[in-house]
């Protein structure tokens, strides 16, 4: 349970710091095509282009994204705050966006040996496809950036320090991708000027005339991610299709005695899950990622006959819970468990 929250939450950090080294090289195009060449992509991305850092980069960025989608099979609900949920749309967007661009620069370099400098790929958005290209890479530029802010404001809002500093932190989460967004633009209208007064510039940078070796293996980039793309939905719409047909053969419920009234949910459902299904407020400041010990329930028979795996994995934060709260009958948290199903039958035993 530990292992996969750790981990969930590098491999995070990890793509927002490849995420923010992308948005400060793309900035740095404010000063010209050359200096996002010279400074944004051989020093900000330096790092990240070496063997070792494609490798850190693409194992993150499958390891967060199966971990993601494997909480969303978990969910019994989808019932959550707002904010909860952008965040999860955005985290199930942000694949579909992201394979157009990442098989057009990685897989297009690796595989066919295209040119991956910003020329190439500045010229191709702004000039070549303006309308479909663009768009869609601002869009993943935006998604990225709000999504990651909000898995980093989820995870520091617990700290002491993070009030003081939230001011500061938002100046700067607003700043950096407005400096990239309109460095990009400042790319994209010199590109644009080179391209008028440079034919050469055109033919280095351009789509490659029909019928050639490279417009063909252009072509066969565009089918791979297109395919990928497919592969990708079909594999969210596979999820989904799982979270229903389990919810629709989990007949059995159970019994939750809560302070305003007793309710019946499904089996199997998390107690901070069945608050929100039935509408009943409960406080959870990290959102249901046992960390803050805030959606903490009290246990008032069964607690002994819980098995001890059970008792030991929902009792993160002991310092945290204990008699200061006020709490005298044993306290644990309202999450679910990430190692196995502990809820089910915490309810089951308790409730």
């Keep these: 349970m530990p292992t ?8 995070g950090l990890i793509l927002f710091a490849f995420a923010t080294c992308h948005f400060l090289s793309h900035a740095t195009s404010l000063f010209g095509m050359d200096a996002i060449e010279g ?6 991305l330096a790092p990240w282009r070496t063997i070792a850092g494609q490798c850190i980069l693409f194992a993150a960025l499958f390891i ?3 971990l993601g989608l494997r909480a969303l099979i978990r969910r019994r609900s989808l019932r959550m705050p ?12 942000i ?10 620069v990685r897989l297009g370099s690796i595989l066919y040996g295209l040119d991956d400098s910003y020329f190439r790929i500045v010229y191709q958005y702004f000039l070549t496809t303006p309308f479909t290209g663009l768009p869609r890479q601002f869009c993943l530029m935006l998604a990225v950036w ?3 802010c909000i898995g980093l404001h989820m995870y520091l809002r617990i700290r002491a320090w993070y009030r003081g500093a939230v001011a500061w932190l938002l100046a700067l989460a607003i700043a950096i991708p407005a400096l990239a967004v309109l460095g990009l633009n400042g790319a994209g209208w010199d590109s644009k000027l080179r391209a008028t007064v440079s034919t050469e510039f055109s033919q280095q940078n351009g789509p490659p005339p029909a019928g050639t070796a490279d417009a063909a293996r252009r072509e066969a980039l565009e089918t791979l991610w297109d395919r990928l793309c497919v592969a990708y939905v079909l594999l969210v719409i596979g999820a989904f299709a799982y979270r229903a047909l389990r919810g629709a053969r ?11 009234r ?5 089996k199997g459902f998390s107690v901070l899950e069945a608050s929100r299904w039935v509408g009943i407020p409960h406080m959870s400041v990290c959102g249901g990622r046992a960390r803050c010990s805030t959606c903490r329930i009290r246990v008032t028979s069964g607690f002994d006959q819980l098995p001890l795996s059970t008792r030991n994995g929902l009792d993160q934060r002991p310092e945290r819970v204990q008699p200061e709260s006020g709490w005298p009958l044993p306290p644990v948290l309202a999450a679910p468990s990430p190692h196995e199903d502990v809820v089910s039958r915490l309810i089951q035993y308790t409730f």
């Design 39 to 44: 400074i944004g992509r051989r020093i900000f």
């Design 250 to 260: 989990a007949s059995e419920r159970v019994r939750i005695q809560y302070p305003e």
């Design 95 to 104: 694949p579909l966006l992201m394979i157009p661009h990442a098989a057009n």
């Design 64 to 66: 967060h994204g199966g």
């Design 82 to 93: 707002p904010l909860e949920a952008v965040q999860l749309g955005l985290g199930l967007l």
């Design 262 to 266: 007793p309710v019946l949910v499904p």
């Design 146 to 148: 709000i999504h990651g």
């Design 4 to 11: 996969e929250r750790t981990l969930r939450l590098a491999t």
